[in-house]
């Protein structure tokens, strides 16, 4: 998992250098890039949307994973365990939920995170990700300047994906393919078009809660594909 470690080096370093600047920088400067940030993120959302080849695998993933993830209440149990993580580590900083879960989803939602996790759990070698990494660190330092110390901790999700899209890849490569990774990404990035426009302040989607519509993704993808060639033959 090389590829995955050196993305989270990436990312404790960008994130420490933003921090830094932080605390130079006025407020008004930072409420500035956080605007841009969300700008960003809902742009991001919008053209891996666009990608989408198979638009029905998008929208029952999103409805499937709204229900599952609304009935788990998971936005409110991961707000209260980054809450409880703030305490226990005792930083003081109101945006620590937020700086985590946004950094998260910006950095694993992408098709590169999971064509990249794919082919180095595959044995085709880490440069994806590596190339990823060096975005990431990158973003990573905006991030942190207008989020703070969450962004260095979502490194721990971050390794966690991505590293069991490795460790899956490695022992379940085939069950991948190509046009299922695609609708993955647009999933996801109908969640960072709801995390744009919460940052931008325009409304309150409990992303979190549909965080599931990931994993149905890979199985309605799968189940289309599945008839679309049955479909064909």
């Given at each position: 998992m090389t590829g995955t470690l050196v993305n989270v080096a990436a990312v404790?370093?960008?994130?420490?250098?933003?921090?830094i600047f932080r605390k130079k920088l006025p407020q008004k400067t930072i409420e500035?890039?956080?605007?841009?940030?969300?700008?960003?993120?809902?742009?991001?959302?919008?053209?891996?949307?666009?990608?989408?080849?198979w638009l029905l695998v998008v929208v029952l993933s999103i409805l499937s994973g709204g229900i599952v993830g609304g009935l788990l209440r998971l936005n409110s149990r991961i707000q209260q365990s980054s809450t409880q993580l703030r305490h226990h580590i005792k930083i003081v900083d109101e945006k620590f939920s937020e700086g985590l879960v946004t950094?998260?989803?910006?950095?694993?939602?992408?098709?590169?995170t999971i064509?990249?996790?794919?082919?180095?759990?595959?044995?085709n070698g880490s440069e994806l990700l590596i190339t990823k990494s060096i975005l990431?660190?990158?973003?990573?330092i905006a991030l942190a300047a207008a989020l703070g110390a969450g962004v260095l901790f979502?490194?721990?999700?971050?390794?966690?994906?991505?590293?069991?899209?490795?460790?899956?890849?490695?022992?379940?490569?085939s069950f991948f393919d190509t046009s299922i990774v695609y609708e993955l990404s647009a999933t996801g990035g109908v969640?960072?078009?709801?995390?744009?426009?919460?940052?931008?302040?325009?409304?309150?989607?409990?992303?979190?809660?549909?965080?599931?519509?990931?994993?149905?993704?890979?199985l309605y993808g799968y189940l289309y594909k599945l008839y679309l060639v049955n479909l064909i033959t």
């Open positions: 404790l370093v960008g994130g420490s250098i933003g921090i500035v890039v956080f605007q841009g940030i969300g700008l960003v993120t809902f742009c991001i959302g919008i053209s891996m949307f666009l990608k989408s080849q950094s998260f989803l910006l950095f694993c939602m992408g098709a590169m064509l990249g996790s794919i082919d180095e759990g595959l044995g990431d660190g990158f973003a990573s979502s490194v721990i999700p971050l390794f966690l994906f991505q590293g069991g899209i490795t460790l899956l890849a490695m022992y379940a490569g969640l960072l078009c709801g995390l744009g426009l919460n940052i931008l302040n325009v409304t309150k989607i409990k992303v979190m809660d549909l965080l599931p519509a990931i994993a149905f993704a890979i």
